[in-house]
């Protein structure tokens, strides 16, 4: 039988990891393939599996199949089932809780809507680590940036241009 390929995001590690699994696995067969893949002992009593832009994790006794995970799809696991975002953008700080599993460009657009930010504008602005200048890919999960807490804040920052 084919096996169905996963982009796994994990708990605090950045990179996409590619696993394959029977798709007649159980979805804790995901959670081995994160420990496999180095998930931090610490997180692994307590991991759980989010689909792609899930807002709650799967069944981890379903199959994957039964689940609805399909091929080449995002998967991410963490412990945390929801993720507390604190959002800056000058004087405005907003807080919203978020699934691991959601991308840095889903939290700006929920914060850009928010605070009724014109689209124009939204495309010169990206989310900044708060207190760093790392300012993660759009396509990376909230997840894959905190470890050991549920917390994460950003700034709303302008892109910086060159202008010659």
Do not use: W
Not at 7 to 30: C, M
Not at 42 to 51: P, Y
């Amino acid at each position: 039988m084919k096996k169905t390929q996963l982009f796994l995001q994990y708990e605090g590690n950045r990179r996409i990891e590619l696993v394959e699994i029977d798709p007649d696995s159980p979805i804790r067969e995901i959670i081995a393939a994160a420990i496999r893949a180095g998930l931090p002992e610490e997180c692994r009593a307590e991991a759980v599996v989010f689909g792609e832009e899930g807002e709650t994790p799967l069944d981890a006794a379903m199959t994957l199949t039964a689940a609805g995970v399909r091929d080449k799809q995002r998967i991410h696991v963490h412990r945390c089932h929801k993720i507390d975002v604190t959002l800056h953008f000058n004087d405005l700080t907003d807080k919203h809780h978020f699934p691991p599993s959601a991308t840095v460009e889903h939290v700006k657009r929920y914060f850009v809507h928010k605070i009724h930010m014109s689209p124009v504008d939204a495309t010169e602005h990206v989310l900044q680590l708060c207190g760093t200048t790392d300012r993660p890919e759009p396509d990376q999960h909230i997840g894959a940036l905190v470890s050991r807490t549920c917390s994460l804040c950003f700034d709303l920052v302008p892109i910086k241009r060159v202008e010659g």
